[in-house]
């Protein structure tokens, strides 16, 4: 069993920052991407950025230059740090991982963790 807890959102000003966090536990043999989505209010679940096991990034446009995404591979861990938020940025933030169990792959989700900001 394989669970992703994330934590760090919160209510933030326009123009501040915030830092997300998902840690992977359990039987976790290897991770591949990790990345992180993003969920409006009546909008669809967008990719906001992912990384690679080998640690190249990719970002969402509406993202790129503000959000930064990270992991750390001895904590199975990702992180997201998102500067210079905006109040189009408010969604519930979901952390997303593909896994490597028994030689099969896996895609898990975390519960999500709400950032809202005010203008």
């Known amino acids: 069993q394989v669970q992703l807890v994330e934590s760090g959102g919160g209510l933030v000003q326009a123009g501040g920052s915030l830092r997300l966090s998902c840690a992977a536990s359990?039987?976790?043999?290897?991770?591949?991407?990790m990345g992180w989505y993003r969920q409006g209010p009546g909008k669809q679940r967008d990719l906001v950025a992912v990384?690679?096991?080998?640690?190249?990034?990719y970002y969402a446009d509406s993202v790129k230059g503000r959000f930064t995404i990270s992991r750390d591979g001895a904590k199975n861990t990702v992180y997201l740090q998102m500067n210079s938020l905006k109040p189009e940025d408010t969604a519930v933030y979901y952390c997303?991982?593909?896994?490597?169990?028994?030689?099969?792959?896996?895609?898990?989700w975390g519960q999500g963790t709400q950032v809202t900001v005010s203008s």
């Open positions: 997303n991982a593909d896994i490597t169990i028994a030689a099969l792959n896996y895609e898990y």
């Open positions: 990384i690679t096991s080998g640690g190249i990034t």
């Open positions: 359990g039987s976790v043999f290897s991770i591949n991407d």
